[in-house]
């Protein structure tokens, strides 16, 4: 009889085998893909890095622009801003109507927002926080409720918000909205005091702020049932760095993810970078040297910067071209006035009377002004004969302002004025303008380089300089009864084509009684990592920053913290490793099946067959 070759396996055993192969290659694909993906419960941390730590997490002592920006990511507010237009929009509040006076604003409170803490958000929650801000005069937030005279709760998701008058700034309050049975618990003098407001805060933001190491970091924890979505991170790190050099080379090792305020000196190399983004954007903020213009008995400023002519010849003496170039690198616009000139309202001083860089002319009003050299030292003397030095102030958290500062120093000393500079840190300056003897007032400082950051609407800062904000945001402690009634005009011009003009020439008036020599508008210097991050958000949008001039920037949003996420590399790895398994399972396939073909053409071809 006839037998098949014994040495010559059967097809079907052949098929089998390769098939289990393929099981096994599969197999040991699905281990080899778990240990290279990441374990599903890793937390997703961003960390950024910025030199300027918060200086209190009470919104009603704070005034660090880092603080803010911790407010707005724990907190929400009444009315949000839109990143790309920069117009109000819905955030607590879905809905909003106002009365044809202008006097009853009636807003709908958004249905299913809780606190932090597990508690319902309700329209009484929105109603205590604007009464609380009205009844304790609380200063810090009193900008922006000014003109309110009561909030009431109709229902949970109702409040109805009566004003003395229209209200222009109604749907653009920086407010943090407080929880009720927290905040009811906090007396209103502790709150504008001693009250420090520590992690966990209990907030309805998309981020929860848990801890603050003091010196070293702030970390939130994303708001997992966030009303808007929970945010595509598990934690946000702000780590705080003394030395800039260091953040920007933490940013390129890639133990940071984004940095805020890089020094000019290191820009320029991380534009360079690959796989960072280093974004020169405009800031809606400037830096001036302010002088101490507190008329009080009570005031331990020095009195010759009362006189408007000694502070225009400060104006006269500075030459601002030379700020943006020296201390600033290039990465800053020449200053003039408080409010940006990316901004429709925005007041150009005339070229003939703008102040210039001109000694000489500074020299002359010193002269005129009686402040003589006495006794030949090449420093001018008060007009009393008394020895005139002024003391001067920088803080440790800007470079380029210390940097500036010498240079004042130096330009003060060519027109006969003598400056006792110190650099200190903002803690201390702050201590400085708000310096008390007992329950008396006694601000206690001359001059000082700084900054202001401004929000969208104009209100805020035109607002600082009025006698209700001495004490509060009123820093060179200036004021005008002409631009204070003015400022009372411009809070009911609902309309900008009217308010446009008012809020112009409160800018002349201030220009001109030389409070602050507005040095420049900075640009802000900032760098995140593109490689493995996405979702960066700009703010303003693209049809917003090229209609205004404005160049976007991604780190003073809030929108920029719930979007951002790691690029899907790690996802991608993965789906690549398990790819080029199947590949392999695949041409292990193919290789059987021609096995399996040669196999059958041999037979049919007359395979050696034995007979028995």
């Given at each position: ?38 374990p599903t419960d890793e937390k997703v941390t961003l960390r950024i890095g910025w030199l300027t730590e918060p200086d209190n997490l009470n919104p009603f002592v ?551």
């Open positions: 009889m006839k037998v098949r070759n014994p040495a010559v396996p059967s097809v079907s055993r052949i098929v089998a085998v390769i098939i289990l192969a393929a099981v096994v290659a599969l197999a040991v694909a699905g281990v080899a893909a778990g240990e290279s993906s990441p704070g005034i660090q622009g880092s603080s803010y920006q911790v407010w707005k990511l724990n907190y929400d507010l009444l009315v949000g801003f839109d990143d790309e237009t920069m117009e109000p929009r819905p955030e607590l509040a879905t809905a909003w109507e106002v009365s044809d006076d202008g006097t009853e604003w009636t807003f709908t409170i958004r249905e299913g927002a809780t606190w932090h803490d597990g508690e319902p958000v309700t329209a009484s929650d929105v109603a205590f926080t604007l009464n609380y801000i009205r009844d304790n005069e609380l200063l810090n937030l009193a900008t922006y409720t000014d003109g309110i005279l009561d909030a009431q709760a109709v229902d949970d998701t109702t409040v109805v918000v009566t004003t003395d008058g229209p209200k222009a700034n109604m749907l653009r309050m920086l407010v943090p909205i407080l929880p009720e049975h927290i905040w009811s618990q906090v007396d209103g003098e502790d709150a504008a005091g001693n009250y420090q407001n520590d992690p966990p805060i209990v907030g309805s933001g998309p981020f929860q702020t848990v801890e603050w190491v003091r010196g070293k970091f702030i970390r939130l924890e994303a708001n997992e049932g966030y009303w808007g979505g929970a945010p595509k991170i598990d934690e946000l790190i702000f780590q705080v760095y003394t030395n800039p050099d260091t953040m920007v080379a933490d940013l390129e090792l890639g133990t940071i993810d984004g940095a805020i305020d890089v020094p000019v000196a290191r820009f320029a190399g991380l534009q360079d970078t690959p796989g960072i983004e280093a974004n020169e954007a405009t800031s809606w903020s400037f830096i001036e040297l302010a002088m101490n213009c507190y008329d009080s008995p009570d005031s331990k400023g020095n009195p010759v910067l009362l006189d408007p002519q000694f502070r225009q010849a400060v104006n006269w003496a500075v030459d601002r071209e030379k700020v943006a170039e020296v201390a600033f690198q290039g990465y800053a616009t020449v200053g003039s006035t408080i409010l940006p000139p990316y901004t429709p309202y925005h007041w150009e001083p005339p070229a003939a009377s703008a102040f210039g860089y001109d000694p000489e002319k500074a020299n002359a009003l010193l002269d005129a002004a009686g402040y003589e050299d006495v006794d030949g030292d090449g420093f001018r003397e008060t007009k009393e004969g008394e020895k005139l030095v002024l003391r001067f102030n920088a803080t440790t958290d800007a470079t380029m302002n210390q940097t500036a500062g010498k240079l004042i120093v130096g330009w003060m000393k060519d027109i006969g004025v003598k400056l006792d500079y110190e650099v200190v840190d903002a803690g201390t300056l702050i201590n400085y303008q708000y310096e008390y003897t007992g329950d008396t007032y006694t601000p206690n400082w001359d001059l000082f380089i700084w900054y202001w950051t401004q929000d969208v609407d104009p209100n805020f800062i035109v607002d600082i300089y009025t006698p209700a904000q001495i004490e509060g945001w009123n820093d060179c402690l200036w004021t005008d009864e002409e631009y204070t009634a003015l400022n009372e005009q411009q809070k009911r011009t609902i309309d900008p084509a009217a308010r446009i003009p008012l809020i112009q020439r409160m800018q002349e008036i201030f220009y001109n009684g030389a409070a602050y020599a507005v040095l420049v508008y900075p640009y802000l210097l900032e760098a995140y990592d593109t490689e493995d991050w996405e979702g960066w958000v700009h703010f303003p949008g693209d049809a917003i920053g090229e209609q205004s001039g404005a160049v976007l920037y991604s780190f003073n949003n809030v929108d920029t913290y719930r979007f951002v996420q790691p690029k899907a590399a790690a996802e991608d790895a993965s789906t690549g490793g398990t790819d080029t398994v199947l590949i392999a399972v695949i041409v292990i396939l193919a290789i059987a099946v021609a096995a399996v073909a040669w196999l059958l053409l041999r037979r049919r071809g007359g395979g050696r067959e034995e007979e028995a």
